[in-house]
Each structure stands twice: as C-alpha cells, then as structure tokens.
C-alpha cells in the first residue's frame, strides 16, 4: 500500500507502494481509473451472483 510500515515496499519493489486512496498519493494520478476498475469488478461479482440465485435469495 505504501509508506513506512508497509513491507511489501523496498528491495527490488516499487518503494512508494501502489497507494491511490487519494489523488495526492503518491499513484494519486491513478486513483479516479482505480475506483472505476474496482465499481465495475463489484458489479460484474454481484452481477454474476445475481443470475446464479433468484431476486427474493440475492436482496435477502
């Protein structure tokens, strides 16, 4: 994610992480493609959730 306490960040790594929560983030630039990539994968899951049940089990 980024920042100090994060160990996935260093040695033969990217070491500013892949933060985009906000557009001064260090990947900022790619928070609005990141929030949109992540909407439509919510959707497509429930989406496919939906079809594989009927309305009354999925809104339960």
Avoid: C, M
Avoid at 16 to 28: A, F, L, T
Avoid at 31 to 53: G, M, Y
């Amino acid at each position: 994610h980024g920042g100090t306490p994060d160990l996935t960040t260093g040695f033969r790594k990217s070491w500013d992480g892949i933060n985009k929560d906000y557009k001064d983030s260090s990947h900022g630039f790619l928070h609005n493609e990141a929030a949109e990539v992540a909407t439509k994968a919510s959707v497509q899951l429930l989406e496919t959730i939906w079809n594989s049940t009927n309305a009354d089990q999925f809104l339960r």
